[in-house]
């Protein structure tokens, strides 16, 4: 009897160290050479009925996860895509982690690609439960981001890549394909308002705190969805497409109070006080609790940019 008392309690614990894999993690690649992080939801650990979500590389998307399983302590993990670039042929990539000391700790291992191996480092998404409910008000003058002079205040996310960007005539433009610029100061609760324009085709994007990206993207006349113009990229679709046609001046004006974010686009409310679920693909920075840059996405489209004004928020 003692024996089997002790067995009941052996599997008792597994089954509660595997249930600590719920959740949602932020996380950190340790070896990433493009700065990005990762975000992880796991759900149903410790019963047969175990399912996630993944945002990290390769893609951007909101990802269900295909092959998932959480046994022995170990969760593990795999998506078949294109890990390399250049190779157009999917690969199987495979991410296994455990927790230690409350962190997740893992490695992604890729089937006949040992350059796309990685270590990556998660802890527990922070509860944030800042709402926006009409108290929050401005905290001293605007924050000129953009100069129109040159880009005093802003860096290179991806370190030893050109810039890329250039100032001309008061405004900052870049080529296809620049670095993403990063601000130097941080910031939590915040208005940004942007003035923008951008070619036909072409693909842009604003990162909130380093970490959650309103999408920039010409697709006028097109029906609104989850990548589109205003959008929280790929988890919030605007309620309308309010885009105007490539080639004319934009605005934005996004409001962000823990995670509730409000997007105006060209004057249209499209989103409205929603809670940010997690990172989306354009994070550099994972430590959700703590104040963020702001992120200027150069890296798709050629976009330019005549005014970059954020409020700082209070209660």
Known sequence: MRYFLLFLSLGAALIAADKDFNGRWD???LNEPRSRVWWLEVQ???TSAVKGSFVGAPGGDVDVIPEIKVSDETLEFVFSKRYQRGNANPLRGVYSAKIVSGKLIGSLDVAGAPDAARKFEGVRAPVIDEK???KWKADGQPIQLFNGKDFTGWSAMVAGQELGWEVKDGNMSNKAGANNLVTSQKFWNFEIHAEYKYGAGSNSGLGLRGRYEVQILDDYGK???SHGHGALYARYTPTVNASKKPGEWQTVDIRLIGRI???TLNGQK????KEIQGLTAIA???DEALPGPITVQGDHGAVEFRKLTLTKLVR
């Open 27 to 29: 996380i950190k690649v």
């Open 44 to 46: 149903g650990a410790g």
């Open 132 to 134: 926006d409910d009409g």
């Open 223 to 225: 029906p609104p969805e």
């Open 261 to 263: 974010v409000t997007v």
């Open 270 to 273: 499209i989103i409205d006080k």
């Open 284 to 286: 550099s920075d994972c």
